[in-house]
Nanobody
Framework: QVPLAESGGGSVQAGGSLRLSCSASVYIYRSACLRWFRQAPGKGREAVATIYSNSGVTTYAASVKGRFTISQDNAKNTVYLQMNNLQPEDTAKYYC??????????????????WGQGTLVTVSS
């Protein structure tokens, strides 16, 4: 089984919504946290949302706070990213990431060792 697999990307007009899914293997789902990242063409990678697996606590980048919601479904080993009021600047490839090591804590974004292949989101004005 692929450790992480994203789906749900697509093309929408500004103001629209999409829900991304990240299906995780049982092993990876036990990671202390799962994150959604995005990378726009010609730009660096940005961590947009984090969910801490045991507590369910969530954090967001300022650029998406109030518009994006990260959630988890433990029965399905799946993490979601609900994206509302999408804007052209949200256009990017979106990735989910976790850590396979039994760290007991959520590592910094740049230290996460397991990544999905990404799903493309395009928002037109």
């Amino acid at each position: 089984q692929v450790p992480l697999a994203e789906s749900g990307g697509g093309s929408v007009q500004a103001g629209g919504s999409l829900r991304l899914s990240c299906s995780a293997s049982v092993y990876i789902y036990r990671s202390a946290c799962l994150r959604w990242f995005r990378q726009a063409p010609g730009k660096g990678r940005e961590a947009v949302a984090t969910i801490y697996s045991n507590s369910g606590v969530t954090t967001y980048a300022a650029s998406v706070k109030g518009r994006f919601t990260i959630s988890q479904d433990n029965a399905k080993n799946t993490v979601y990213l609900q994206m509302n009021n999408l804007q052209p600047e949200d256009t990017a490839k979106y990735y989910c990431a976790a850590d396979s090591r039994p760290l007991g804590y959520c590592p910094p974004p740049d230290e996460m060792d397991t990544w999905g292949q990404g799903t493309l989101v395009t928002v037109s004005s």
